[in-house]
Nanobody, 119 residues
Framework: QVQLVESGGGLVQPGGSLRLSCAAS????????MGWYRQAPGKQRELAAS???????NYADSVKGRVTISRDNAKNTVYLQMNSLKPEDTAVYYC?????????????WGQGTQVTVSS
């Protein structure tokens, strides 16, 4: 099992910045990918950014150029630095850890942290 705890959400004005953190614990040694997903009211959960165990990153087109995902292996923590925030970035942001074993995908989720972009 993997436990994920997010922090860093809050209210920010348009154009502002936030850094989200996701601390992982438990059986973390075999995680293949860590990611940040987000879900806005009335919409499906979508991937914002991900980073593999090898450091390869992937970003949704909607956040590319404004968001950076990074990881600190010593702290077992993944970060999402968000700049130039827009009202449409308002959502609950969820941390995800994914393991892939013998073709089976195991997903673990944090409890989510609210990000609200509003003046």
């Amino acid at each position: 099992q993997v436990q994920l705890v997010e922090s860093g959400g809050g209210l920010v004005q348009p154009g502002g910045s936030l850094r989200l953190s996701c601390a992982a614990s438990g059986s973390i040694f075999s995680i293949n990918v860590m990611g940040w997903y987000r879900q806005a009211p009335g919409k499906q959960r979508e991937l914002a950014a991900s980073i593999t165990s090898g450091g390869t990153t992937n970003y949704a087109d909607s956040v590319k150029g404004r968001v950076t995902i990074s990881r600190d292996n010593a702290k077992n923590t993944v970060y999402l630095q968000m700049n130039s925030l827009k009202p449409e970035d308002t959502a609950v942001y969820y941390c995800n850890a994914r393991k892939i074993r013998f073709g089976i995908t195991y997903d673990y989720w944090g409890q989510g942290t609210q990000v609200t972009v509003s003046s």
